[in-house]
């Protein structure tokens, strides 16, 4: 009988959590359209961006690709080139960009705000003395590839770096395309961030000295596997940096905004430049 004395106050409890139980309806400022570009160019490849227009916060829809801009390319202040539209939003010049130049781009599009953006190609990254061998460990199905290099670090100003691992696969169809490997730096510092597989450092620690890099590619097979290694733009380094940090929480509105370097707008234009090294152990 002693049981039955306690439900009263059990339902009384429930009623009363229910009662407090209150749908809060949150109401988002809108922001009127604005361009979205984002381009990524190093010397290997030609300059291409995409530009799209932003959306809600509050709206699930794609962002609308613009096909109809105006997008004008500057080198060191001097008119190069128009990039011209291919499709679904982007533009293409068919020009490579140089080490060590700047480079600024212009936007206007009907119906917003004119856009702009500069960034500049770092020098290639000094990397000497690369060596690679099998890694044998017994917790991993694979047995992967210790790579160590030297990493040489120019002196009197800031620098970061990516380093990123892939290999060449081919799909049902028998397309060949890229897939990336995992890699992990092994000493003597820790990644920054990550981001799309790449991991990301700045030379805060090594500042003007040459850094001996260790490095794990996980592949099964070794002799066709690759290591990239970048100097990244700043513009580069801080919008990956802003974006893993936005994207850490748990909810959909973040209190680290994503670094933006365009002017009126926002996205991100930002120079790289990479050698590559294929493992021969």
């Known amino acids: 009988m002693k049981v039955y004395r306690y439900i009263p106050g059990l339902v009384l409890?429930?009623?009363?959590?229910?009662?407090?139980?209150?749908?809060?309806?949150?109401?988002?400022?809108?922001?009127?359209?604005?361009?979205?570009?984002?381009?990524?160019?190093?010397?290997?490849?030609?300059?291409?961006?995409?530009?799209?227009?932003?959306?809600?916060?509050?709206?699930?829809?794609?962002?609308?690709?613009?096909?109809?801009?105006?997008?004008?390319?500057?080198?060191?202040?001097?008119?190069?080139?128009?990039?011209?539209h291919s499709k679904d939003g982007i533009?293409?010049?068919?020009?490579?960009?140089?080490?060590?130049?700047k480079y600024e781009i212009r936007v206007r599009a009907p119906g917003f705000a004119n856009i702009s953006a500069h960034s500049t190609v770092p020098a290639s990254p000094v990397v000497s003395e690369v060596k690679s061998s099998l890694a044998h460990d017994p917790n991993e199905p694979a047995p992967g590839v210790i790579m160590s290099l030297i990493l040489s670090d120019p002196p009197a100003e800031e620098n970061f770096y990516s380093v990123q691992a892939y290999t060449f696969d081919k799909d049902f169809k028998g397309n060949i395309f890229q897939r990336d490997l995992s890699i992990e730096i092994i000493s003597p510092?820790?990644?920054?961030?990550?981001?799309?597989?790449?991991?990301?450092?700045?030379?805060?620690?090594?500042?003007?000295?040459?850094?001996?890099?260790?490095?794990?590619?996980?592949?099964?097979?070794?002799?066709?596997?690759y290591l990239r290694i970048a100097q990244v733009s700043r513009e580069y380094y801080m919008y990956g940096k802003t974006y893993d940090m936005h994207h850490q929480t748990d909810i959909n509105i973040s209190q680290n905004p994503v670094s933006n370097n365009i002017e009126n707008g926002m996205g991100v234009f930002a120079g790289y430049n990479a050698v590559t090294f294929s493992p021969r152990p």
Do not use: Q, W
Not at 19 to 46: R, W, Y
Not at 73 to 81: A, K, V
Not at 204 to 216: A, M, P
């Open 13 to 84: 409890t429930l009623f009363v959590l229910t009662a407090c139980t209150k749908e809060i309806e949150l109401n988002f400022p809108e922001h009127g359209s604005a361009l979205v570009l984002n381009g990524v160019f190093n010397p290997d490849s030609i300059f291409s961006v995409e530009l799209s227009s932003n959306r809600p916060i509050s709206s699930n829809a794609d962002f609308a690709a613009v096909l109809n801009a105006s997008v004008m390319l500057f080198r060191d202040g001097n008119y190069l080139t128009d990039l011209t």
């Open 91 to 101: 533009y293409r010049a068919s020009i490579k960009p140089e080490s060590l130049k």
């Open 189 to 225: 510092i820790e990644e920054d961030f990550s981001r799309n597989s790449r991991l990301f450092f700045s030379d805060k620690l090594f500042e003007g000295r040459t850094l001996n890099l260790s490095l794990h590619l996980s592949t099964v097979s070794p002799k066709n596997a």
